[in-house]
């Protein structure tokens, strides 16, 4: 039986529809993670499974029980907030002691669970602190230790790291991956930041307009987005618009648009072939694409040639913004994993591109 | 330095603002420089000569017995009506920050901008429509109707400035409503809670036209004792009094900036 189950739930503010009959199921020990740009629905969804909102029609169901008309403090669920939301009257052992004092714990335990909980997030000595005196990162901890010292049956972080900069929060990342897995604490996490939802989650929902678009793990949603916003929203992605022109065997010829004919296999997931005339999109991540001064297309290869309009050299990969001869814009990655220094192409130079027919992501329709 | 010189004239007051505003400053506080002087004038007469230092008159004030006892009741006025205007007026910021209802501001912010005359007829009529006889309890209850909105106001910004996440990681946590009013929000509202307590103290205390309206006969407060005084002529004694009025507020007043800053700017 799944831990928590969102059955059919809508919400709605005024004339806007937050939240649009969605429903999903979260597993026990599960690091589930509802992604979308702002606006989606996401943080509604969350703070009506925290009890901080009501859903219009449908049911929150935890561990078997319908949760409507239990407030919050009665649900063994707990929020990390994007604020962090410690108490700035309370130390750090005083704010973590909260939910226990709460749960009306006997006072000889609370000692040592406090200490406990300061242990799992290394701030041991730091209770007698207040949390003004902390890092942006320690207060998140702090946060961590604070919702978690009870152990809730689900934790719910809404943005929790949205404060912190690059290189913390990529830190904090791993951090919170391993404190997922040591404590076992099912995780519902937030965030509009579809790299973060990647490198986090067991599962991802894709949010849009308060509807859930896709449901799958992290390289399901990267290798086979659903559809145009998937695909755009997760990652980078040419989105290649185009006609069928044949359809043979195991793959079909299709006329892109400002690109040219090039051949593809059909949609893996519905793997159905598409017919002559039909229009549809090939998505193609642009770490999928071959670029090169001059190159021959292998026989499993669509190519096209074009200039350079633009680079964005990131370090680890160069970003090439390519104009094709046929009009279309492009973007390919080339990883710089060359020894010595590597060789760029300048803007104007002309490149040719190359692709696997195999490479792209078919979107019917 | 030739950089630090340049911004240095950048941020340089013009001469006529500076002497505007010391122009201001002096017309502000020379009457009261004046005052405090001469309560330390040895000379009775008030034609401005100078017959050396004295304490006298802080001496005779503790044996005049009208003015003890005008200022007992202006102690007693000022504490009673703080403390209800202060629960009150708390309830009313809590109110105002929870409900965003379009008249309820109005309602009860008005009184701030109320002429206070206005507001001090209206209260003598009220009086009189409920058969309430005239002294200390009218007195009390009109000053709590004023000090309510002040109270009201100072809370409602120190809620302004919170963090509304706290009170709901507070119910996220366990918490019932009451225990998260208890523990977190009331704590952190409690500056601003002291603050508007000793503003509403300090209005009290100094209230001039609304008492004069609502006390009674034999209700005289510090203010109005030393107005009937200096109606006949302006003894020194006034002067002393005054000053230790002046120094009783002063410190309040900067009590309740420290406690909070956002305090005097909310009057």
């Known amino acids: 039986m799944a831990l928590l189950e969102i059955r059919n739930v809508s919400r709605r503010f005024g004339d806007f529809l937050a939240v649009d009959n969605v429903s999903l199921e979260v597993g026990a020990g599960e690091f589930f993670t509802l992604v979308g740009p702002s606006g989606c629905g996401k943080t509604t969804l969350l703070r009506m ?37 410690l108490f700035p009257h309370m130390t750090v052992e005083q704010n973590i002691a909260f939910p226990l004092r709460m749960a009306k714990t006997a006072d000889d335990q609370i000692k040592p669970r406090v200490a406990e909980a300061l242990e799992d997030v290394r701030l041991a000595d730091k209770g007698k602190r207040y949390p003004h005196e902390l890092s942006g990162g320690q207060r998140q901890r702090v946060a961590l230790a604070r919702a978690l010292v009870n152990r809730p049956k689900l934790l719910l972080l809404d943005e929790p790291l949205a404060a912190l900069d690059a ?122 694409l071959r670029i090169a001064a001059d190159l021959a297309p292998l026989p499993e290869e669509n190519s096209a040639a074009g200039k350079v309009h633009d680079f964005l050299y990131l370090g680890d990969v160069t970003i090439y913004i390519v104009n094709l001869d046929q009009g279309a814009r492009i973007e390919a990655m080339l990883p710089n994993a060359a020894s010595g220094r590597t060789r760029f192409f300048e803007v104007g130079d002309p490149v040719k591109i190359a692709w696997r027919v195999d490479a792209g992501h078919f979107i019917d329709g | 330095m030739a950089g630090a010189t340049r911004s240095n004239s950048a941020t ?85 920050h929870r409900y965003k209802l379009r008249l309820l501001p109005v309602l009860v912010l008005a009184p701030v901008a109320i002429p206070e005359i206005l507001q001090a007829v209206s209260l003598v009529l009220f009086f009189n429509a409920i058969n309430l006889t005239l002294g200390m309890v009218s007195i009390i209850l009109s000053h709590v109707a004023f ?31 009451w225990q998260a009013f208890r523990m977190v929000t009331l704590p952190l509202i409690m500056p601003g809670i002291i603050a508007g307590a000793l503003m509403a103290f300090t209005l009290s205390i100094d209230d001039f036209v609304i008492t004069f309206f609502t006390s009674g006969p034999d209700a005289a407060t510090l203010p109005l004792q030393i107005y009937s005084m200096i109606k006949v002529v302006v003894t020194p004694e006034v002067n002393a009094v005054s000053t230790l009025l002046m120094l009783l507020t002063l410190i309040l007043i900067i009590i309740a900036n420290k406690i909070a800053p956002s305090a005097l700017q909310a009057k």
């Not at chain 1, 009890?51 to 707990?78: M, S, W, Y």
């Not at chain 2, 000090?147 to 946590?173: K, N």
Request: charged share 20%.
């Open chain 1, 49 to 85: 499974i925290a009890g901080f909102d009501q859903p219009d029609t449908g049911q929150i169901v935890l561990e078997g029980k319908n949760l409507e008309g239990t407030p919050p403090e009665a649900r063994n669920v707990h929020t990390v907030f994007q604020s962090y939301a």
């Open chain 2, 12 to 96: 340089r007051v013009s001469r006529p603002l500076l002497g505007l505003s010391l122009a201001v400053y002096l017309f502000l506080y020379i009457p009261l420089i004046v005052v405090i002087v001469y309560s330390f004038n040895a000379s009775r007469v008030q034609s401005g000569e100078w017959g050396g230092f004295t304490l006298d008159w802080y001496n005779k004030l503790l044996h005049n017995e009208t003015l003890l006892n005008a200022t007992l009741n202006s102690l007693i006025i000022g504490v009673a009506a703080a403390a209800i205007a202060t629960v009150l007026g708390t309830l009313a910021g809590l109110a105002l």
């Open chain 2, 147 to 177: 000090c309510i909105s002040f109270v009201a106001i100072v809370v409602r910004s120190r809620l302004q400035g919170m963090d509304e996440s706290l009170t709901e990681a507070a119910r996220d946590l366990g918490a019932t409503p």
């Open chain 1, 167 to 288: 290189k913390l929060k990529e830190q904090m990342q791993l951090e919170l991956i391993e404190l997922q897995r040591e404590v076992g604490v099912t995780f519902i996490y937030v965030t509009h930041d579809q790299g973060e939802a990647l490198a986090l989650s067991h599962r991802i929902a894709v949010m849009n307009h308060g509807i859930i678009e896709q449901l799958d793990e992290p390289s399901k949603v990267y290798g086979f987005p659903k559809n145009r916003f998937v695909a755009d929203f997760i990652g980078t992605c040419n989105l290649w618009e185009g006609t069928v022109t044949s359809a043979g065997e195991r793959d079909f010829v299709l006329d892109l648009d400002g690109i040219g004919t090039a051949r593809a296999i059909p949609n893996t997931t519905t793997k159905a072939m598409p017919q002559p005339g039909q229009r549809g999109c090939l998505t193609l991540r642009p770490e999928k």
